[in-house]
């Protein structure tokens, strides 16, 4: 595993008004692992990954991708890097089939006019036949029909067909049965494997514990801890996201 971050942040913080939602927080993601971010509501998580993907501009701190500096002022700047996040309501448009889901917006043409629809439909299924996709039966099939776990893997495989280096993924196996929770912890597995850096943001514990090399988990907008899942245990990380100590505590004056 290259130990060189793709994406690294020092010190980033964010303010919303009186609300301090982020504060001084370091954090990095490196390629061929699976960073779990964990905390509770409010802790800081979404704030982090908006920052990440340009929705938000951080007020302070330093953003490095692959080891260069970089200021990320929109979801454009995030793109153009190699970033992907998969939000928890997959933004999958359900009138639509498979080919027309992953390409959207990003669509190839022939003759400057006429979508390419043979190349789409050719890069669709080499993408999932590279991810090991196996419960999609038709490329063609609109995506109304297909199950959560189905989704998530058109959303996760449309994320990475673009050169991506960094995949968010937020809650991807919420609202899943075990068996489709399953397929998704698979895959977000071979998305590491294949070199990737991978974000997962979850409740769900035991999902962390099976799925993620590290885990950074954020109490307040602070990151109070990271861990090996090999060297600690649910309770303790469970201690850290409701217990873990603070830097400063949120609304006092720093001294």
């Known amino acids: 595993m290259d130990n060189q971050p793709v994406l690294e942040l020092r010190g980033v913080s964010k303010r919303f008004g009186a609300v301090q939602a982020l504060y001084r927080v370091d954090f990095a993601a490196r390629p061929g692992e699976v960073m779990a971010l964990v905390g509770d509501n409010g802790a800081g998580k979404s704030t982090l990954i908006k920052g990440i993907a340009g929705i938000y501009n951080l007020d302070e701190g330093e953003v490095y991708f692959e080891g260069q500096r970089v200021h990320i002022h929109g979801p454009r700047d995030s793109a153009a890097l190699g970033i992907e996040v998969v939000y928890q309501d997959l933004a999958l448009a359900d009138n ?18 006429l979508l390419d629809e043979t190349r789409m439909e050719q890069e669709a299924i080499s993408t999932l036949d590279s991810l090991s996709v196996t419960t999609i039966r038709s490329v063609r099939q609109a995506v109304a029909g297909l199950s959560g776990g189905q989704r998530q893997a058109i959303a996760v495989a449309k994320a990475v067909m673009w050169n991506s280096k960094l995949v968010i993924l937020d809650e991807p196996t919420a609202a899943l049965g075990v068996a489709q929770t399953r397929q998704v912890l698979d895959l977000v597995r071979r998305l590491a494997d294949r070199g990737l850096a991978v974000i997962i943001i979850s409740h769900n514990l035991h999902d962390i514990f099976e799925v993620s090399d590290r885990i950074t988990v954020l109490r307040l907008g602070q990151k109070v801890a990271e861990y090996v899942p090999s060297e600690t245990t649910q309770q303790e990380v469970v201690h850290a996201i409701t217990a873990g100590e603070l830097n400063t505590v949120p609304g006092m004056a720093e001294a």
Do not use: A, K, T, Y
């Not at 639509?96 to 022939?110: A, I, S, Y």
């Open 96 to 113: 639509l089939d498979v080919v027309g889901n992953m390409f959207l917006g990003r669509e190839h043409l022939q003759s400057g006019l």
